[in-house]
């Protein structure tokens, strides 16, 4: 993938993304909280919901706390949270253009857990960017250096369009293919053999379980390469053939399996955080993709 100052990173020319029919499997569902205590908002009921809460939101000790621990004197941070209050209250975030500018309406998704106080956190430091600095200084006596870090925080922050931090990556011609369909249908499988009919490539996945099962298949030859036709007496957990056996490292954390010390093994099989922006490949597999989602309600 490619960004401001690294021009460098490449991103594999090949996605798989595979996804299970019936969404997020049961296992991502773990230490939830229970649904009882995450509000459904409907879309008609945001704003109301938006105005309503708000000083409980404010007047959480964490709330105040992550402000302070940010940089921001204790109080400025007392002085804007009472402004913000003052302001939503007002209905000055909830017209049209402000509601539209702020995303208010993601209190209307599906929630998580932590989804409220992101949501509020994030239109907080937007409102505080974006509010005339005369006001804040002058009107509410808040100190000209904390108005500079907060601009400063909500800049280095923003990520409203990621993919333009990847310009290299968008300049290149890529394929993209999305595997749907229900559990043991054959998603995985047919996107490990173009992986392993390919000169180079990745498999990323969320389960370290999982990423140390395809790092052992790719190297023991039990993944038959894609356009060669497979023997479908073959025992699948056999010991594999070893004329499809393909060199494969392995990356998850700390733990890490280098198959060939003096080069790059052509394939890589990792944990989805693990990947590397500045490894050009010619294929990725993506397994579990719709575990994303879980990351995008929190932006």
């Known amino acids: 993938m490619s960004g401001p100052g690294n021009p460098g990173r490449c991103t594999p020319r090949y996605y798989h993304v595979l996804r299970c029919a019936s969404g997020v499997p049961a296992s991502s569902s773990r230490n939830r909280p229970s ?11 945001v704003t109301t919901f938006f105005e309503s ?26 002085i804007l949270l009472k402004g913000f209050v003052k302001d939503v209250k007002a209905s000055s975030l909830s017209d049209p253009a402000s509601y539209s ?18 949501i509020y956190s994030t239109v907080f430091f937007l409102w505080a960017s974006k509010t005339d600095n005369l006001r804040l200084e002058e009107e509410l006596g808040v100190h000209k250096s904390t108005l500079g870090l907060l601009k400063r925080l909500t800049k280095a922050t923003s990520w409203t369009f990621p ?8 300049a290149m011609h890529r394929k993209i293919i999305m595997h749907v369909g229900p559990m043991n249908s054959g998603k995985t499988h047919h996107a490990l053999r173009a992986l392993a009919a390919a000169k ?9 379980l999982l990423v140390h099962e395809i790092w052992h298949k790719l190297n023991t030859g039990r993944i038959v390469p894609l356009g060669v036709e497979e023997d ?18 392995m990356i998850m954390g700390e733990e890490q399996k280098i198959v060939d010390l003096d080069a790059d093994a052509p394939l890589l ?31």
């Open 232 to 249: 479908p007496l073959s025992d699948s957990k056999g010991r594999g053939n070893p004329k499809y056996a393909r060199p494969c490292n």
């Open 163 to 170: 993919a333009d931090e990847f310009q290299m990556a968008r």
């Open 269 to 299: 099989s990792c944990t989805i955080e693990m990947l590397s922006f500045f490894r050009c490949s010619d294929i990725a597999v993506v397994d579990e993709i719709q575990m994303i989602a879980d990351l995008l309600l929190q932006v």
């Open 200 to 208: 180079s490539g990745m498999h990323c996945g969320p389960l370290r």
């Open 35 to 45: 649904v009882r205590s995450i509000p459904v908002i409907p879309k008609e009921g």
């Open 101 to 118: 500018y702020y995303a208010i309406d993601r209190l209307s998704q599906p929630l998580e857990s932590t989804s409220i106080n992101i």
């Open 53 to 78: 809460n708000v000083s409980e939101w404010a007047a959480r000790p964490h709330t105040h706390g992550h402000l302070v621990s940010f940089g921001l004197p204790v109080d400025d941070a007392d």
